[in-house]
């Protein structure tokens, strides 16, 4: 007559406090032998499975389905068949207390429907999470959909958490037909919501907005593009990709209770040229040439419109840089991709104050603002320093809009004068014109 | 010097002399400091007290005020209690709480607040004639009282209803300090005369005639069963109070002069002093004696009792009949079958039946216990006291809640103190009901909640109503209740059923307590937020529950205590210790509001960090157009956007 083996539940993981018993294999009082699987656990990442240490009759303390603290006792296995039916009895007072911690970590049985608070269905939208996972409760917030899906760290503590899978959404805002005239989303579209949902939808995001100073930044830059003269998206991503080496935080995700770095930096651009938004890849960009950078951005660009593009132009892309600079944009906040814990926004360069925004919207989660503004700053610094900061205005070309000499034609040493000329257009006004002789 | 009547009984002269010694002996003991606080003498007016108190029966009653000494003896004849009360002594007739304005013995009651006491003491006559016995009451106002609403008030109701009560008007020239002809304009028997009292008149001058004419006067009231008006031409011949004497000398000296006791000592010389010896040597003997006595341990007077709620909770029903309803079946019940029950208010005869119909048809079930009366808050409230003090259970009703602070004085100065400034001898379980409440576009004077105002009264009970329970289990704890009730219905309330917008994701549940504390709860998940709200608010409260989970993503876990004047701080505490965050609504403005309380009495009891947050009427009258007294009043999309911002 003895209690031979107590079965307590098994830390696994640091951050499962809880774990779910999915097996309960065998009926009360059972005779079972030593390697016997009497009980299966199921953490965060895997299942565990308990054998039987001795032959001996089971006593289960715990149901399968329901969650139990780590080191609680969840099986016993006795002698004899006698002692499995006293037990009860015999450890009362313990067997209550057990009884009731069991009763706080189970969802009480709730047959009606469950109602979910907007910031719920947000997510529950976003994630494409199955709503019966949620059966069996009677309110559900945004709170407990992140346990269930063990965002921010918290465990999943309550119930087992079943499969992202992606069922038909449902629309959450109501619809009166007679006011409104309904469009269907489009694939892309959907598929563009569902890239920008996860990271967004938390909230934890931020956008830090920097200038460049780009007055005569062309003057070189312009000397080493083939294709795109005049455009800063081919030098940002040569510098950005290398700068992200420098900035792993940048280059990684948010995992849910981790972060995730990658080990390659594959930096993406956005295009959306009437095919639909897209983010296309080029692989390996810190160890391209800006040539090669360009001739990808080239090549990427071209399958784009020939709708020619592979998988894996779309894939594993480690940062995104979005340009707006041909909308004539101020500045604006770009939106992170699934998977990502940043995004480069690039606006168009303002003609007149000679400058450029740059936009770096982050996931909080996973770095926070100084950093970001540390290396928005270093980018800029970096593209400033293509400035011909001492260059020479092809003096041929600048011409006194009232005498028609040319600067190269100006014998004195003063240079001419910006002006407004009565047309109200840009021009320039000699030296002797403004003054007379 | 004129000479005094020889044929007026000296049992009555006797009378007179121990009176204006007792009050000497108080100014003697002021002087050398053995008396707390202050006296005001009657030296000069002895006889009224003996014309009047002193021809009373005993089941007669008498209502007094600051100057009473004088009235107390010629009714009472305790010296003894009198003397003890004034040094501060347990043995004092009230126990030396209330010393020499507050006196209470036999039938006798007197308060220091001016005009207050006359509807008490004509609802206490009110609860004789209720009761068909003979006994008539006296209430003793001064000239100074003449400017008080309250009076005129009560002489309109008395001489309506024909209450016994003879109001004795002591005239002595002088308000305090002021003179007459500064503050009183018109004739003083006239005042009577026009609201249809009998008048009488006499003075202290001579005794023999005025004690003959009181005697008449008495007689009248009581065979008449109607009230009288007496006035008493008189002079004090001391101070006000004690040094606070601006007169001119040689106008009190002409008074001292005219008195008739100044008269008989010289007069008669030898019967004087042998009576003055006599009554001297009794009152030093009971002041050394009173000298050795204990004062009143605290504990007797105060002890703290500890908020405990009752734990014991049980499921809500909804009941398919409105709140009015069933307060109106309560109150039909109880009319007929609690002799003690009577009501009172504006417009509540039948058809009418009160602005809410709250009453409607009582006074065809038992038409002598429903007064429907003037336009009268305090006086409805203060004979109401008075009924309440006779014995009966009077119920006022106050139209709309706004008005209450018409029957204020009534309430704190009155009802709230008789029990404990007359150390406990006494109690007044009066019930005051009143509508409060916004949403009706009544205007800034017929829609606000001053509940807070009340609930800071001590001793009197604030209970709010609510729709999620029958109000007759309130009622009848009223109806046990031994003390000052105040109920605060609500307007809108009246017209809704009980518990009509039941979620079947919530629990309703109430506690065992005499005013249960209703509770609603998520039906299986653990609250995230406690929201407490009372009154209307809480029904408002009720039907934004689920909205509130939605747009917020808190689950709340909604209490409503139904009496506030003594909230439920334990059960809130556990909550807001559970959820960690406590939001408390009020339809009245929040400054120094119930909210601010609760969260205060929480705040001193709970260990770890709560996030707390008041929400109330923003600190404007209540606007009659719609929009904006919508929002003015907590409604829910502001109480959606606060939790979201404080709680989020």
């Known amino acids: 007559m003895a209690l031979l083996q107590e079965i307590q539940v098994p830390l696994l993981a640091v951050n499962d406090t809880t774990l779910t018993v999915v097996d309960v294999a065998y009926p009360n009082g059972q005779h079972i032998k030593k390697g016997d699987i009497i009980l299966v656990f199921e953490t965060s990442k895997t299942t565990y499975e308990v054998m039987a240490e001795v032959d001996g009759f089971v006593q289960y303390l715990c149901e399968a389905g329901r969650d139990y603290d780590v080191n609680q006792v969840v099986a016993k296995i006795f002698s004899t068949d006698a002692e499995v039916l006293k037990e009860p009895i015999a450890a009362k007072q313990d067997l209550t207390a057990q009884i009731q911690e069991v009763k706080q970590h189970i969802v009480n049985a709730w047959t009606g429907d469950t109602l979910y608070s907007v910031e719920a269905l947000r997510l529950i939208e976003s994630l494409h999470i199955d709503k019966s996972a949620f059966k069996g409760r009677d309110f559900v917030t945004r709170q407990d959909v992140e346990e269930l899906k063990g965002i921010n760290g918290i465990a999943n503590k309550k119930i087992a958490a079943p499969p992202v899978t992606a069922t038909p959404k449902k629309a959450i805002a109501p619809v009166d037909n007679s006011k409104v005239i309904i469009e269907r989303l489009s694939s892309n579209k959907k598929r563009e919501i569902e890239f920008l949902s996860p990271v967004q939808s938390t909230g934890l995001t931020s956008t830090i907005n920097v200038t460049v100073n780009t007055e005569g930044i062309f003057v070189h830059l312009n000397r080493s593009l083939k294709y795109f003269k005049n455009s800063l998206l081919p030098v940002i991503m040569y510098e950005t990709a290398r700068l992200l080496q420098k900035y792993p935080a940048l280059n990684g995700y948010f995992t849910g209770d981790g972060i995730a770095f990658y080990k390659q930096v594959n930096v993406g651009f956005a295009v959306d040229i009437d095919k639909g938004l897209k983010v296309l890849k080029i692989s390996n960009s810190a160890e391209k040439t800006l040539a090669d950078i360009e001739e990808n951005i080239m090549a990427l660009s071209t399958r784009y419109l020939d709708e020619t593009l592979q998988l894996e132009d779309l894939t594993d892309i480690t940062f995104t840089i979005t340009d707006l600079s041909s909308e004539g944009v101020a500045f604006f906040r770009p939106l992170i991709n699934m998977m990502n814990s940043g995004i480069l926004g690039i606006s168009a360069i303002d003609d007149k104050l000679q400058r450029c925004t740059l936009s770096c919207t982050f996931d909080h989660r996973v770095t926070e603002g100084k950093m970001v503004a540390t290396f928005l700053k270093e980018l800029a610094n970096r593209l400033e320093s293509y400035r011909a900061t001492n260059h020479i205005y092809p003096v041929k070309d600048i011409i006194c809009y009232k005498c028609s000499k040319s600067l190269a034609d100006e014998l004195g040493d003063v240079g001419f004068v910006k002006s407004i000329t009565p047309e109200g257009k840009e021009g320039y006004i000699c030296q002797s014109c403004l003054k007379g002789f | 010097m004129q000479s005094v009547s020889k044929t007026i009984s000296h049992r009555i002269i006797k009378e007179a002399i121990r009176i204006r010694r007792v009050e000497e002996k108080f100014l003697e003991l002021f002087s050398s400091g053995k008396l707390n606080g202050t006296v005001h003498t009657c030296v000069g007016q002895e006889f009224s007290a003996v014309a009047f108190a002193g021809q009373l029966k005993k089941k007669d009653f008498i209502f007094s005020n600051h100057r009473c000494h004088g009235h107390y003896i010629a009714f009472t004849g305790d010296i003894r209690g009198l003397l003890a009360e004034l040094l501060g002594k347990a043995s004092g007739v009230s126990g030396g709480i209330g010393s020499s304005q507050h006196l209470c013995n036999k039938n006798f009651y007197s308060n220091g607040i001016q005009g207050g006491i006359v509807p008490v003491a004509a609802g206490y006559a009110l609860g004789n004639k209720l009761r068909g016995d003979d006994s008539i009451g006296i209430v003793f106002i001064g000239d100074g009282t003449l400017g008080e609403g309250a009076l005129y008030e009560t002489m309109n109701i008395i001489s309506k209803w024909e209450i016994p009560l003879l109001i004795v008007c002591e005239n002595n020239l002088y308000a305090q300090s002021t003179p007459q002809h500064i503050n009183l304009a018109g004739d003083i028997v006239s005042r009577a005369t026009a609201f249809g009292i009998e008048t009488f008149e006499g003075d202290t001058w001579d005794p023999e005639f005025l004690i003959n004419k009181a005697q008449g006067a008495i007689d009248y009231v009581r065979s008449s069963k109607k009230p009288g008006f007496f006035l008493v031409n008189t002079y004090r011949l001391n101070a006000h109070s004690k040094g606070d004497d601006d007169r001119a000398k040689e106008e009190v000296e002409s008074y001292r002069n005219k008195d008739f006791l100044n008269i008989f000592s010289k007069e008669s010389a030898d019967y004087y002093n042998r009576y003055l010896e006599a009554i001297n040597r009794e009152i030093d003997e009971l002041v050394d004696e009173i000298l050795l006595e204990s004062e009143l341990p ?75 009366t003037p336009i009268s808050e305090s006086a409805i409230t203060g004979i109401s006291n008075g009924l309440a003090l006779n014995g009966f259970k009077p119920l006022g009703e106050i139209m709309f809640g706004d008005f209450m602070t018409l029957a204020f004085d009534q309430i704190v100065n009155h009802a709230s103190k008789f029990h404990h400034m007359f150390n406990k001898k006494i109690n007044c379980p009066v019930v005051i009901r009143t509508p409060m409440g916004g949403r009706r576009g009544y205007g800034p004077t017929h829609s606000q909640t001053l509940d807070k105002f009340l609930v800071g009264i001590d001793n009197v009970k604030t209970v709010a109503l609510n729709t999620f329970f029958d109000p007759a289990i309130i009622y009848e704890s009223i109806f046990c209740e031994e003390h000052p009730v105040l109920v605060i219905e609500n307007k809108t309330d009246y017209g809704k059923r009980i518990l009509s917008n039941k979620h079947s994701h919530f629990l309703y549940e109430r506690n065992d307590d005499a005013y249960p504390v209703a509770r609603v709860r998520p039906a299986v998940s653990d609250p995230t937020i406690t929201i407490v709200a009372y009154g209307g608010m809480a029904d408002e409260m009720l039907s934004m529950l689920e909205a509130i989970f939605m747009e917020t993503d808190l689950k709340p876990e909604l209490i409503v205590p139904s009496l506030i004047s003594q909230l439920p701080i334990d059960i809130i505490t556990e909550s807001a210790m559970a959820t960690g965050r406590l939001l408390v609504i009020e339809e009245g403005s929040g400054y120094a509001g119930i909210g601010s309380e609760l969260l205060a009495s929480v705040a001193e009891r709970v260990e770890g960090p709560i996030k707390m947050k008041r929400i109330a009427a923003y600190p404007v009258p209540i606007p009659a157009v719609k929009s904006l007294e919508h929002a003015v009043l907590p409604e829910k999309q502001r109480i959606v956007k606060e939790i979201k911002e404080i709680f989020g």
């Open chain 2, 298 to 372: 605290f504990e007797n007077y105060y002890q703290h009792k500890e908020i405990v709620s009752d734990n014991n909770w049980s499921a809500l029903e909804s009941i398919n009949k409105r709140q009015v309803e069933l307060l109106n079946k309560f109150f039909r019940d109880k009319i007929v079958a609690d002799d003690r029950t009577v009501f009172l208010g504006e417009d509540i005869l039948s058809p009418y039946g009160g602005a809410f119909k709250v009453t409607k048809e009582l006074s065809v079930l038992r038409p002598e216990r429903v007064f429907s």
